[in-house]
Structures are given as structure tokens and as C-alpha cells.
């Protein structure tokens, strides 16, 4: 039976993410280069909603409450993790959810669903699926459009959460790190839709609600820092613009909110040439880098995102990018379920 949608506020439990610990990696690799590598473990805040999914749907949850939304409905691939995560979040909160899924061919054949689709179903998501062309129209594919004719209370999350609700949801977790490394010097996430790296750049330069101690305080404004997004995805360069709009908007409200807001000065970029091939391109190499990556540093990783971000660093590292004693910090962003067959 379908819980009752339960009342959130900012103190759930649900939509406070845990603190998840930062962990050092060594290796004579990195004493070669002289950089130190930490990894902040953030797939631990949730066993089901991991990683970055947990933040970017924080604030769309609590709005769709809100708001009195009936049901939610977002969009997603067959193995997407969003389609995972909000499948979960609204279960736990009881609140209808519908995922338009690209791939119309999926509907009469249930036994080629992915695990994640099958997961998601056991988390009481109802499915829509569309073919890949009126896929791309998101909410102007006629079949969403009638279903949100049939469904008006509705609240719509869009493709892999990323909005302005979720740029905001990295609040605690940018918290959490300036608390727990505030000297760090480069501090890297994957990027699909750009969502997660414009949240790590517009909290950390605005950091919420943080006792930082005198010896970080004093270190904070004299370190150069930079956020760096790996993008898993061909032809990214586009998304430079999202991001920056993101940023700016959470920064304009956050200016007209705090007048007095300090702001910490922190560059970024994103690095569009380490996609291994494009969006689930999996090549025999990063296979097996992801393999060697695991047993040498006990450290599970998924293929689309994370794999790369590694590869990503590790050849940023022997290109000799990064100056020496740079203090690199890697946001594990989850997406372990992808990894189960
Ligand atoms: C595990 C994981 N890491 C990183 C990303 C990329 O995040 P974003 O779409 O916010 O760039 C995603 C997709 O949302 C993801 O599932």
C-alpha cells in the first residue's frame, strides 16, 4: 500500500544528508607528482538516494510539498541514477512518482528492464515510456503533456534533478567540506548535466552556516582554489553557460537575502576532452583502470561517472596540471547502483 505523504520539513532525517567522512589516498604516484589526493566519500549519505542525488533533490522534495504537489514526475535513461534516487525519495516520503523513460520499446517488454527500472518499479514509480525523438521534448512530448493535462497537481524535476532548487541542496555538504579540509586547493565531481558542479562552486564560495576554526580561517582566503567538473559527455562545452547561469542566479538571491555575505574567491572549470569516448562509452581501458583503481585503494567506483572523474584526475596529475603540494579533493558522487546487473 502507497504511504501517506508525510510532512517535510528542513529537520527530516531523509533530507538531512549525514556527514560523510574525507579519506586520504596514497600512493607513490602522487608523492612522484607531490600532490596529495583525499576523496570525500558522499555515496555514504544515502544507501538508495547516494552522492549528489540526495542534494539535488533536498530542495525540489520540500518545495513539492509544499506546494500541496499530488505527484511527482521526472525524466530519465533506463539506467539512470536520478531515475533511482527519486524513485526511492518518494517512496520514503509517500509521495506518487512518475519517470518518463526513453526508449518506447521497453513498455512491452518488461523482462529487458534494467535493474534499475525493476528497482524503481519495487519503489512504486509508475512508468511512462517514450520514443528517443519526443523524448527530447521532456514536458512538450504529447504524452506528457496529456498526462500532466490528467494530473494538474503535479511537480516536475527535471532530467537529472539539476535546477535552481538543486544548486541550492549542496548546501551542507559544501558545509561539511570547508569544515572538515578548508585548505584544500582543487576540488573535482563528474558532470553530467552540470547541476553538481554549479552547486559546489556557488555553495563553496558562499558556505553556509559554518564554524570554520581559527587555523582554517586563517588559511581560507590566502589558499587559490579551484572546482573542477569532469564531463562524461561529449560536446559538453555548452553546458558552461548553465552553469554559470545557476551560479548566478543562487548568488543574486543569496546577495539580495545577505547584503554582508562573504564570499570566499574560488575559479572553476570544466574539462570536456576526458569523456573516454562519450555518455556510457565504457572502453577495455577504463575497464580495466576502474579495476586497478578499486583494488589498490579499496574503493568502489561506477563506470559513467566516477571511473572517469578518476581517470580524469589521474591524467591531469601525470600532465603535470596541477603545482605541487596541491591538496586534491574528489567528490565521490555515488551512482553504485548503475554497477548491479
Ligand atoms: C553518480 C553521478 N555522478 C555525477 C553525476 C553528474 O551530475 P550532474 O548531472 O549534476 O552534472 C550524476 C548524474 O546526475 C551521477 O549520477
Known sequence: MKKQPTPLDSSDNLLTPKI?????????????????????LDYLNHPEIQGNKLHKLKYNLLDAVERGAEQLITFGGAYSNHIAATAAAANEIGLPVTGVIRGQELEQHPEKWSHT??????NSMQFLFINRKNYR???????????????????VIPEGGSNDLAIKGFDEM??????????????????????????LIANCRHPK??????AGQKRLPTVLKNIIGIAVLNEADYLRKDIQSWIETFENKRENENKNNKKIKIDWQLITNATGGGYGKI?????????????????PLDPIYTAKLFHGIYKQIVQKKLPADSKV?????GGLQGNKK
Not at 527500472?117 to 519495487?122: E, G, I, V
Not at 572502453?283 to 574503493?299: A, D, G, I, V, W
Not at 579533493?329 to 558522487?333: C, I
Open 329 to 333: 579533493l574528489v567528490l565521490h558522487t
Open 283 to 299: 572502453s577495455n581501458y577504463l575497464k580495466s583502470f576502474q579495476k586497478r583503481f578499486e583494488q589498490t585503494f579499496n574503493l
Open 117 to 122: 527500472l525493476k528497482h524503481a518499479q519495487q
Open 137 to 155: 521534448l521532456k514536458h512538450q512530448a504529447p504524452q506528457v503533456i496529456e498526462w500532466l493535462k490528467q494530473h494538474p497537481k503535479s511537480f
Open 209 to 214: 552556516n559554518i564554524q570554520i576554526s581559527p
Open 174 to 199: 559544501c558545509a561539511q567540506i570547508t569544515q572538515q579540509m578548508p585548505d584544500w586547493t582543487h576540488l573535482y565531481c563528474p558532470v553530467g548535466t552540470g547541476g553538481t558542479l554549479a552547486g
Open 20 to 40: 560523510t567522512p574525507c579519506v586520504q589516498l596514497t600512493h607513490p604516484l602522487f608523492d612522484k607528482y607531490k600532490v596529495q589526493v583525499w576523496v570525500k
